[in-house]
Structures are given as structure tokens and as C-alpha cells.
């Protein structure tokens, strides 16, 4: 079964510096999303993505925030100057056609910030 | 905005038993969907089942089902002949009924199934 694949699973960096977490999403899905749950808490929607612009993004989604479909297949999200509580589990999550039937989510990267 | 609550933070039950995990959801729209998400300890998130919420019939999938109740914006989980593999942080979500909606997630439950 087709997967969402996502690197690393695990990063550390260090406050102030810039990270990029990379996705693969499934082939022939069209919508791309990013969520983040910090440890013990509940999953929050950070953006999303269609037609390569930025269809709708939250208040966490600041400034330091960006994301990209460089080359048709990876989706990136980038943190430009990290801070500690961006330490979370980020979510890479794509959909095909209906993204009101559910998504497929990646399995993670599990980001901290030291 | 849509909230969506899960109030019970821990559940336990036995294998082979029936488990019902409660959620709630607060919301304007008449057209939405709603989904159970389940989060083993490999953290990634699977989709256990989805309803439609203009269909009255309650969604079923093997041994999950769901007791939706459109009027009580009530939206339960039922786990029949729970097995070890259902241990995992089970998540309620909901979706408005538009073009590439975001997921609004409650704060989970965390389900042990006891051998």
C-alpha cells in the first residue's frame, strides 16, 4: 500500500538554527498538508497545500515558516530559526482527490530543539 | 471555529471485550465529516473510520463502529473484540464539508487492552 514517507524521523538542532523536514507523499495525491502534536497534546493543522501555493495556513504558521514543493514529488517545511517549543512530532499528510475522505499521514519527525 | 472534545483522557479494557470511546463536537455547519484516528506506538497516524454527517446510518469498518448522534453533536467509538494491536491514542477529528478542508483534532484518549 502507498505510503507518505517522511525524513528524518528524528532531528535535534539547536535553538536559533534552521531545519527543513521533508516529505514524499503518495504519487498521484494533489493536496498536502503539515500538522504538528506536541508531546501529550492534541494534533494541530499548521498549512496546507494545493496546486503549489499555500491554500490555508494557522497562527502557529508564522514568519518562520515556509513550505515548498521544490521538484513534484518531495514537500518540504521549513523552520527558520528554531525555537524550544518547536520541539513536537511534525505530521506530513497527503490527500488525492477528496480530501473529505481522510488522509494519509506520514509516520513523523520527531523534531527537538536544544 | 469547531472544537471537538474528548473528555476521557484513559481507557482500559480486556481483550475480547467491547470498548465505547466518547467524543464531542461543537460546530454551525450542517455538512461535515467526522473521523476516528488511531496512533499506535509507532506515532503515525491511521484512519479507523469515517461518517458523513448528512448520512443517519452509522459508519461500521470490521470490528469499529460509531455511534453518531447528529443532534447531541455526539460521536462514540465502539471496539468490538478488542485485540492487543488496538492499544494506541485513539483521536476524534472533524472536517468541514469544503474543498480541501483541515482537520480540527480532539486531545485523544489513550486505550490499553489488557491480555
Known sequence: EP???QTPSHQVTQMGQEVILRCVPISNHLYFYWYRQILGQKVEFLVSFYNNEISEKSEIFDDQFSVERPDGSNFTL??????????AMYFCASAKVNPNYGYTFGSGTRLTVV | AQTV???QPEMSVQEAETVTLSCTYDTSENNYYLFWYKQPPSRQMILVIRQEAYKQQNATENRFSVNFQKAAKSFSLKISDSQLGDTAMYFCAFMKHEANSKLTFGKGITLSVRP
Do not use: A, M
Open chain 1, 3 to 5: 505510503e507518505v514517507t
Open chain 1, 78 to 87: 521549513k523552520i527558520r530559526s528554531t525555537k524550544l517549543e518547536d520541539s
Open chain 2, 5 to 7: 472534545t474528548q473528555s
